[in-house]
């Protein structure tokens, strides 16, 4: 597992990252404070707080390079 920091500050980010993730065979959670999220809901994303940036656990070792790549315009950091 890798954990990352990311930045989802608008309505438009939320949705390309999710549709980005969907292309993954993996699973992902976003973790915010005590809560933990399928990264790949909508409706659980907006239910964290978008202001600050989120940890986003990766559940997988495979094709990780290529995962990041397509994560870069939302990494922090």
Same mark, same amino acid.
């Given at each position: 597992?890798?954990?990352?920091?990311? #930045?989802?500050? #608008?309505?438009?980010? %939320?949705? #390309? &990252? $999710?549709?980005? *993730?969907?292309?993954?065979? @993996?699973? &992902?959670? *976003? $973790? /915010?404070?005590? @809560? %933990?999220?399928?990264?790949? #809901?909508?409706?659980?994303? &907006?239910?964290?707080?978008? /202001?600050? !940036?989120?940890?986003?656990?990766?559940?997988?070792?495979?094709?990780?390079?290529?995962? *990041?790549? %397509? *994560?870069? !315009? @939302?990494? %922090?950091?």
């Amino acid at each position: 597992m890798k954990t990352i920091k990311i #930045s989802l500050n #608008s309505i438009d980010k %939320v949705k #390309s &990252f $999710v549709n980005d *993730l969907t292309k993954f065979d @993996y699973d &992902f959670d *976003l $973790v /915010s404070g005590r @809560y %933990v999220i399928d990264a790949k #809901s909508i409706m659980g994303i &907006f239910s964290l707080d978008l /202001s600050k !940036p989120i940890d986003l656990n990766i559940h997988t070792e495979e094709k990780l390079e290529e995962i *990041l790549k %397509v *994560l870069e !315009p @939302y990494t %922090v950091g």
